[in-house]
């Protein structure tokens, strides 16, 4: 299957500060990517869908300041999350959208804001 | 409002036996319908997926049966290893331009397989 790499695998912040999480599509060029959040034993809970080169579509609910989505090329998109407080410790995981149907997912990156 | 509902939510199978988890969905829209494996920690991993034109798809010991009458399908683990043991979750996908080819998930079923 294709690779999706996303950067960092784990992260700990402080609360009130940044961070930011990367997801690169080795080796295809994928010009849709989707972020979701994940609880623990839960599904996956789509956040946003980012097309390359223009503003990323959130879903209802999302604070889109809170979560700053970048997708600046064909192969990298970064979720930012501003201001990051408990609450927003989850499992990040960004997919990357290689054709019309296939979308391949990236190991994800568990966020802990203490 | 989950759109894909799946069960059952857990399970647990014998090494060597089947595994089944079943979906249901409601949008016609949908059109194109995969699994994935998860293990604790990890991404989803695309396991099968399927289009509602064929009404079973079969590759190694996974199989994907779906009745678009009825508006369901189902993942088949045959002959189930302890390696299986995973969450598993199917999804579809939304047609349309708009959509950017989202996918809606089901639950999840975690599944445990015993020696």
């Known amino acids: 299957g294709a690779v999706v790499s996303q950067h960092p695998s784990r992260v700990i912040c402080k609360s009130g500060t940044s961070v930011k999480i990367e997801c690169r599509s080795l080796d295809f060029q994928a010009t849709t990517m989707f972020w979701y959040r994940q609880f623990p034993k839960k599904s996956l809970m789509l956040m946003a869908t980012s097309n390359e080169g223009s503003k990323a579509t959130y879903e209802q609910g999302v604070e889109k300041d809170k979560f700053l989505i970048n997708h600046a090329s064909l192969t990298l998109s970064t979720l930012t999350v501003t201001s990051a407080h408990p609450e927003d410790s989850s499992f990040y995981i960004c997919?990357?959208?290689?054709?019309?149907?296939?979308?391949?997912f990236g190991q994800g990156t568990r966020l802990t804001v203490v | 409002q989950q759109q894909v509902k799946q069960s059952p939510q857990s399970l647990i199978v014998q090494k060597g036996g089947i595994s089944i988890i079943n979906c249901a969905y409601e949008n016609t829209a949908f059109d194109y319908f995969p699994w994935y494996q998860q293990f604790p920690g990890k991404g989803p991993a695309l396991l099968i997926a399927i289009r509602p034109d064929v009404s079973e798809k079969k590759e190694g010991r996974f199989t994907i049966s779906f009745n678009k009458s009825a508006k369901q399908f189902s993942l088949h683990i045959m002959d189930s290893q302890p390696g299986d043991s995973a969450t598993y979750f199917c999804a579809a996908r939304e047609s349309g331009a708009d959509s950017w080819g989202k996918l809606q998930f089901g639950a999840g079923t975690q599944v445990v397989v015993t020696p």
């Open positions: 997919s990357a959208r290689r054709t019309a149907t296939e979308a391949f």
